[in-house]
C-alpha cells in the first residue's frame, strides 16, 4: 500500500466561532495501479481530502502513511511526497507561470535536482506522453486551448515521476471530445506507468466509464468505497447526496423496471447497446 490514511479529521477555522469540520475519521487504503474516481457533491470535502493526500494540508487527527512512514515524522522530506503524489488542479492556469510550455514542465524536474539534460528529458518524455504537439512547445502556455493547457499541466507534474497522480475535476468546461481525450490519455498513462490515479469529477458518467474503484464522500465523511456497478446500484442514497447515477445505469433500469429483459447495472452506451440486443435476440 503506497498511501495510507488512518482516521483522518480535519476543521476549518477552528477554534473560532465559524468552526466547522470538513473530514470526519477517514480512513483509506490507496494501492499502487489503481484508477480511482472520488466522486461527492460541492463542498463535500473533496479538495481538502486530495490536499491532504500530498502535505498541502495538515490534519489535525489521525495519520497519513506514505510507503510505511508517517509523513509527520521529523525526518520524513515533504517534497518528497510532492513529487511522488502529483496534484494537478481543477484550473490549469493556477499551475502554469512560466513564459513558454517547454519552461514550464522543465520546472519541476529542475526544481527536485535533475540536471539540465535529465531534466530535459523528463519534460520531452511527459509532454510526448500528454499527446501535445512538438510543434507548440515554445508557445506561451497561456495562448493554449482548455484541453492543451490541461496537458500540460498533467505533463509538468509527470515530468517528476510520480507514483500517484491526483487530478481534480480535469475535464471541467472541455466539450464531449476534450472531456473523451484526456480521460482516454488518464487511462492510457495509468497502463503504461503503472501508476495510480485519483479523478476527482462531477461526472458520473465518466467514473463509471473509466474507474476502477469509487470513493463517495459527503459531509466529510466516506459513505461509499466500492466497484462502480456496486457504488452506482444506490441510486436513492446517491440522490439524496445530491448525486445522480450514470444516464445509461437510469435508462435501463427504467426499462427493467418496465418489464423489460435488460441488465438494471449498465454503466457505459457500449453496455446498454448490448444488453438491448441481448434482450431482442439479437446478441450473441
Same mark, same amino acid.
Given at each position: 500500500? $503506497?498511501?495510507? !490514511?488512518?482516521?483522518?479529521?480535519?476543521?476549518?477555522?477552528?477554534?473560532?466561532?465559524?468552526?466547522?469540520?470538513?473530514?470526519?475519521?477517514?480512513?483509506? *487504503? +490507496?494501492?499502487?495501479?489503481?484508477?480511482?474516481?472520488?466522486?461527492?457533491?460541492?463542498?463535500?470535502?473533496?479538495?481538502?481530502?486530495?490536499?491532504?493526500?500530498?502535505?498541502?494540508?495538515?490534519?489535525? $487527527?489521525?495519520?497519513?502513511?506514505?510507503?510505511?512512514?508517517?509523513?509527520?515524522?521529523?525526518?520524513?522530506?515533504?517534497?518528497?511526497?510532492?513529487?511522488? /503524489?502529483? !496534484?494537478? =488542479?481543477?484550473?490549469? &492556469?493556477?499551475?502554469?507561470?512560466?513564459?513558454?510550455?517547454?519552461?514550464?514542465?522543465? =520546472?519541476?524536474?529542475?526544481?527536485?535536482?535533475?540536471?539540465?539534460?535529465?531534466?530535459?528529458? #523528463?519534460?520531452?518524455? #511527459?509532454?510526448?506522453?500528454?499527446?501535445?504537439?512538438?510543434?507548440?512547445?515554445?508557445? *506561451?502556455?497561456? %495562448?493554449?486551448?482548455?484541453?492543451?493547457?490541461?496537458?500540460?499541466?498533467?505533463?509538468?507534474?509527470?515530468?517528476?515521476?510520480? %507514483?500517484?497522480?491526483?487530478?481534480?475535476?480535469?475535464?471541467?468546461? !472541455?466539450?464531449?471530445?476534450?472531456?473523451? %481525450?484526456? !480521460?482516454?490519455?488518464?487511462?492510457?498513462?495509468?497502463?503504461?506507468?503503472?501508476?495510480? /490515479?485519483?479523478?476527482? *469529477?462531477?461526472?458520473? %458518467?465518466? /467514473?463509471?466509464?473509466?474507474? &476502477?474503484?469509487?470513493? /463517495? +464522500?459527503?459531509?466529510?465523511?466516506?459513505?461509499?468505497?466500492?466497484?462502480?456497478?456496486?457504488?452506482? *446500484?444506490?441510486?436513492?442514497?446517491?440522490?439524496?447526496?445530491?448525486?445522480?447515477?450514470?444516464?445509461?445505469? &437510469?435508462?435501463?433500469?427504467?426499462?427493467?423496471? #418496465?418489464? =423489460?429483459?435488460?441488465?438494471?447495472?449498465?454503466?457505459?452506451?457500449?453496455?446498454?447497446?448490448?444488453? +438491448?440486443?441481448?434482450?431482442?435476440?439479437?446478441?450473441?
Amino acid at each position: 500500500m $503506497s498511501l495510507i !490514511l488512518d482516521k483522518i479529521n480535519y476543521y476549518y477555522g477552528k477554534g473560532t466561532a465559524f468552526e466547522s469540520k470538513a473530514l470526519k475519521n477517514i480512513s483509506l *487504503s +490507496i494501492p499502487d495501479g489503481e484508477f480511482i474516481g472520488l466522486i461527492g457533491h460541492t463542498g463535500s470535502g473533496k479538495s481538502t481530502l486530495i490536499q491532504h493526500m500530498n502535505g498541502l494540508i495538515k490534519a489535525d $487527527s489521525g495519520n497519513i502513511y506514505y510507503n510505511g512512514q508517517d509523513i509527520c515524522d521529523k525526518d520524513f522530506k515533504m517534497t518528497e511526497l510532492r513529487r511522488k /503524489v502529483g !496534484l494537478v =488542479f481543477q484550473y490549469p &492556469e493556477h499551475q502554469l507561470f512560466e513564459s513558454t510550455v517547454i519552461k514550464d514542465v522543465l =520546472f519541476g524536474p529542475k526544481n527536485i535536482g535533475l540536471s539540465q539534460l535529465e531534466a530535459e528529458v #523528463a519534460a520531452y518524455g #511527459a509532454l510526448r506522453s500528454v499527446g501535445f504537439s512538438d510543434d507548440l512547445i515554445d508557445a *506561451s502556455p497561456f %495562448e493554449l486551448s482548455g484541453g492543451q493547457k490541461r496537458r500540460v499541466a498533467i505533463a509538468g507534474v509527470l515530468a517528476m515521476s510520480p %507514483e500517484i497522480l491526483i487530478l481534480d475535476e480535469p475535464t471541467a468546461g !472541455l466539450d464531449p471530445a476534450g472531456r473523451t %481525450e484526456i !480521460l482516454s490519455l488518464l487511462k492510457t498513462i495509468k497502463d503504461e506507468k503503472g501508476i495510480t /490515479v485519483i479523478l476527482v *469529477s462531477h461526472s458520473m %458518467e465518466d /467514473v463509471a466509464e473509466f474507474a &476502477e474503484r469509487i470513493i /463517495v +464522500i459527503d459531509d466529510g465523511e466516506i459513505k461509499f468505497d466500492d466497484e462502480p456497478r456496486k457504488v452506482f *446500484s444506490h441510486a436513492e442514497e446517491l440522490r439524496k447526496m445530491g448525486l445522480e447515477i450514470p444516464q445509461c445505469t &437510469e435508462l435501463m433500469s427504467r426499462l427493467a423496471d #418496465a418489464g =423489460f429483459n435488460v441488465d438494471r447495472t449498465c454503466l457505459t452506451v457500449d453496455e446498454a447497446v448490448a444488453s +438491448i440486443l441481448r434482450s431482442a435476440g439479437r446478441g450473441e
